[in-house]
């Protein structure tokens, strides 16, 4: 790969610890990749080892075809954006833009003429006098930005940079940050834990847990065919709907819901369920996976034909209304609960028995030892 950024076989110990498994991705030039993963996942540390903050243990980095994990970061040609600003407390907006242009010595015109540019790109310029501590958390954000901006980097790398800001202005600067991306088409590594940022904002997903790489997608494959348990439960929100179960040799599933009531059984047909697609899993523990806003509410005496679906029926538990829509949580069991996501505003009242029809198109199938996904 000559393009983008390529990782090969990285791995990272601190101490010994293991923190990155045998690494390897490609960021094709021009793309955003978002990394995301729980606290302690290592997706910060990769980002550092891309920076030349960490050496790796092992495995190469090459940028544009270049190896770059033998060199120092100032020669990179990288430039990074941190959640806490980093900026210089004693210098001016306009200073601090221009700080790494200084240091690589741009003649002071062309560095001052590069300062109004960046500063028009992200709206800067009434406050290009202005010190860090007489703007918002916002304002601060844009001058990190901007003073990446300024060096004309081959890749950026983002680490967190919206953590510190309010929900509000989160999703505002989320917006500039995609908007300039596609304005600017510059390769980005963009580390979040935030899976509304990941989706948002990617054009490829990079899921990790435990320093190793879960799967790589865009945000739709991601999403709707995630590699295992632990994708599907990490994105989307509410959480996946899983549904213990275990496939009989007849082809048939039966569903544990965990309460007193016998097992359900279900045979699913469809396009989706040929009879090739359970024999080989005849036998093992399942769970059944379905996404919120697959879901839907149906009269008590809907009926489902030739297997095509699933009714359940349960108490409401509650309602969590969001304003375009509302989240509905059923207690199937003492420890099972089935949320699904309905337009508007919901007038059923915690306690109402309610049916709710699950689309066997719609559903995936994890094995429940492995997690991982077999259909």
Known sequence: MTGGLSLS??????????????????????????????????????????????????????LKGRRIDTLAPQARDIAMVFQNYALYPNMSVAQNIGFPLEMQRWPRARREARVREVAQLLQLEPLLQRRPAQLSGGQRQRVAMGRALARQPQLFLFDEPLS??????????RSEIKLLHQRLGTSAVYVTHDQVEAMTLGQRIAVLKDGRL?????PQEVYQRPA?????????????????????????????????????????SGPAWPASRLRPLAGRKLMLGWRAE????????????DG??????????????????????????????????CPGWQAERPGTRLSVYLPAEACLVFEAESGERVG
């Open 164 to 173: 510190n800001l309010d929900a509000q202005l989160r999703a505002e600067m």
């Open 308 to 341: 095509q679906g699933l009714v359940l029926s349960a108490p409401l538990l509650l309602v969590e209304p969001t304003g375009a829509d509302s989240i509905l949580q059923l207690e199937l069991g003492p420890t099972q609960r089935l949320s699904l996501r």
């Open 294 to 305: 697959q879901l839907r509410l149906v009269p008590p005496e809907f009926e489902v034909s």
């Open 228 to 268: 295992n348990l632990f994708v599907a439960g990490f994105l989307g929100a509410p959480a996946i709907n899983l549904l213990p179960a275990r496939a009989m040799h007849d082809g048939s599933l039966q569903l544990d819901l965990g309460d007193a009531a016998l097992p359900i059984s279900w045979t699913p």
């Open 9 to 62: 076989h990285i791995h990272k110990h601190i101490g010994k610890q293991p923190v990155l498994h045998d690494i390897s991705l490609d960021l094709d030039e021009g793309e955003m990749l978002i990394l995301v993963g729980p606290s302690g996942c290592g997706k910060s540390t990769l980002l550092s080892l891309i920076a030349g903050l960490q050496q790796a243990d092992g495995g190469e980095i090459r």
């Open 214 to 218: 879960q799967q790589v997608g865009t």
